[in-house]
């Protein structure tokens, strides 16, 4: 989107950082520490930031010999083309990794090959790499911040590195970037539009831009564009919805990847489904998914893998290759009686890994039935589970080699069951090229000036994934994006207009929620939806009756905005209810309020 020298300006900041991830939030404190200001942009609410950093292993990448890990990144990229620079410096990063956690995180990290003990709260891994296969995959390992994982223990450190500089860094939260802003002189990046509380913030970056958006595990449409499946379930966050592709599609980048992404699953690359908008269940070493009289079948009634299939970030070996299982919009776990008896042993014993998983169980009294209420061919269906019976008798499965002591014949003599999986994404790695330097680049592989990428944003990953090589470059071209923009001179074109902005920080603030101290019956409620952000409340509410109103915090513009503060919390206490007149104008306020009020009442009545 093109600027005009009548552009007015709601606000500047040195450096503007679209994502609050662990590549975001790297790029912000190294930006910080090299004097700038920063102003993060998110779209996750409080509480939900971090992107796919937070809900990752917590496993970083890193190796022991340079030589040994390229020869290895070569052959995970195989047979397809890599930008050897980037390569170069991204693989640099994991030698220099033990460093990197000691100098800018503060800690000894916790080698996995030297530092494992039994008893840990760790995988006891046989290889730590994904292909031992190839050549110099032995120097291969993981850094971590101790001895357990699946816990947001980096995340946590990345956060905190991040408000810890709150006097240099802004964090916007609930707030989306909409376009990068070009001169149209020079193309140079000088901007963004963000939207915050519906309305659109002209965001000036004196120095540049760095996307750390992430992927489009959220954007079913982009998954359908690139991926060609219809629809994956996400197992990180809920908020990476393809924003930093779209936006820099629109200032002419090149991009590259788009057809890779990477799943996990209860069987390969796929989870039990979700309704939408919910986080699928990923759940490690649930054997009676794919050990006993238990099957996965697709949309035409038969088997599609290898259910017991060790895989690689959800990639399975096909034909001399690893590959995804194909993304199949019908697929079923179908189970006998004997199987189901093992899970309702689990759920009374206090095993069970899904708890909702009962109330996902189809049932039927002949496979025939089952097929129906599945929808699935029943002539398929029959046929599938005899020959599996009969592959049980032979001892081999002669259509996937699946192992025969995973296997157990189907009962005929009693009830049949099916719950439906969904495929799932981990996350995507294509995006935005960039080189070495994290300069994102145009068509013509020329670099568009002050605009930088780091993570999942246009990841590394050619083809085959290595597990912890995100994180690894969420880390490492975070810190090459936001050292490189901060040593860019300031934009020398004279804005015609520069607005101030209030000083708002949502990590800050959310923290300090943490601190809010609470008397008996009294609850804190808060909303996003105010002008100036959030409004927080600290409500006394006893006996149905609303006894007090304190507005904690809110960032509401003077004049109506502030009337509407000032006066609507009396009234509500006065007519024991939310549901007062709108102050004049301040329609907007009100409403924020309203909804900062109910919801403090709501975990009264919880």
Not at 27 to 51: M, N, Q, S, T, W
Not at 304 to 332: S, T, V
Request: aromatic content about 10%.
């Amino acid at each position: 989107m093109k600027i005009d020298a009548q552009t007015k300006w709601d606000g500047e900041y040195d450096v503007l950082v679209l994502g609050f991830g662990g590549a975001g939030a790297t790029a912000a404190r190294f930006a910080a520490d090299k004097g700038c200001r920063v102003l993060i942009v998110d779209a996750a609410p409080y509480g939900h930031e971090g992107g796919n950093t937070r809900y990752s292993a917590q496993h970083v990448a890193m190796a022991h010999n340079k030589e040994k890990i390229t020869n290895y990144y070569q052959q995970l990229a195989a047979p397809f083309n890599v930008d050897k620079p980037t390569l170069n410096a991204y693989l640099d990063g994991f030698v220099q990794m033990p460093s990197y956690f000691k100098e800018y995180l503060g800690i000894d990290p916790f080698i996995w090959s030297k530092d494992y003990q039994p008893g840990d709260h760790l995988a006891n891994k046989k290889n730590l790499c994904e292909y031992p296969e190839y050549n110099g995959s032995e120097t291969f390992d993981f850094a971590l911040v101790h001895n357990q994982d699946f816990d947001a223990g980096l995340w946590k450190i990345l956060r905190q590195e991040v408000l810890s500089r709150s006097s240099q860094i802004n964090v916007w939260l609930k707030s989306k970037a909409e376009h990068l802003l070009q001169d149209p002189e020079n193309d140079e990046i000088v901007g963004a539009v963000i939207t915050r509380n519906h309305k659109h913030y002209f965001i000036r970056a004196k120095k540049g831009v760095v996307l750390a958006t992430g992927g489009f595990e959220n954007n079913a449409q982009m998954q359908q564009d690139y991926l060609h499946v219809s629809k994956l379930t996400p197992l990180g966050t809920l908020y990476n919805q393809g924003d930093g592709i779209t936006m820099a599609a629109e200032v002419g980048a090149k991009m590259w990847h788009m057809g890779n992404y990477e799943s996990l699953g209860i069987v390969p690359s796929y989870v039990i489904a979700e309704k939408d908008n919910v986080r699928g269940r990923q759940i490690s070493g649930w054997k009676n998914v794919k050990e006993g009289s238990i099957i996965a079948v697709a949309d035409d009634g038969t088997r599609f893998m290898r259910e017991d299939a060790k895989f690689r970030h959800g990639h399975i070996y096909q034909h001399g290759d690893y590959l995804l299982p194909h993304a199949y919009d019908n697929a079923w776990l179908v189970f006998d009686h004997n199987q189901y008896q093992k899970f309702l042993q689990e759920k009374e014993e206090g095993r069970l890994k899904y708890q909702d998983f009962f109330a996902k169980v189809v049932k039927a009294d002949t496979v025939e039935a089952l097929a129906t209420k599945i929808k699935v061919p029943g002539k398929n269906l029959v046929n599938t589970i005899a020959r599996f019976n009969q592959f049980v008798q032979k001892g081999q499965d002669l259509e996937f080699n699946r192992a025969p002591e995973t296997m157990a014949q189907f009962n005929d003599n009693d009830a049949f069951y099916a719950v439906k999986l969904a495929p799932a994404v981990l996350n995507t790695q294509g995006g935005p090229q960039h080189n070495e330097f994290a300069q994102v680049l145009n068509n013509d592989g020329k670099v568009i000036r002050r605009l930088y990428s780091a993570g999942e944003l246009g990841g590394m990953c050619t083809n085959r994934y290595q597990g912890g090589g995100n994180l690894a470059e969420c880390l490492i071209f975070g810190k090459i994006a936001g050292e490189k923009v901060a040593q860019l001179p300031s934009l020398t074109t004279k804005a015609a207009s520069v607005g101030t902005l209030p000083n708002i920080n949502d990590l800050l603030d959310g923290n300090n929620e943490n601190q809010i101290v609470l008397q008996k019956n009294q609850y804190l409620g808060s909303s996003e939806a105010g002008i100036g952000g959030r409004i927080l409340v600290r409500v006394t509410y006893e006996d149905q009756t609303i006894k007090n109103i304190e507005v904690l915090e809110n960032h509401e513009t003077e004049g109506i905005g502030a009337v509407a503060i000032a006066r609507l919390p009396q009234e509500m206490v006065e007519q024991n209810t939310t549901a007062v007149d709108a102050i004049s104008g301040a329609s907007t306020t009100t409403h924020a309020l309203k909804e900062a009020v109910s919801s403090a009442i709501k975990k009264a009545n919880e």
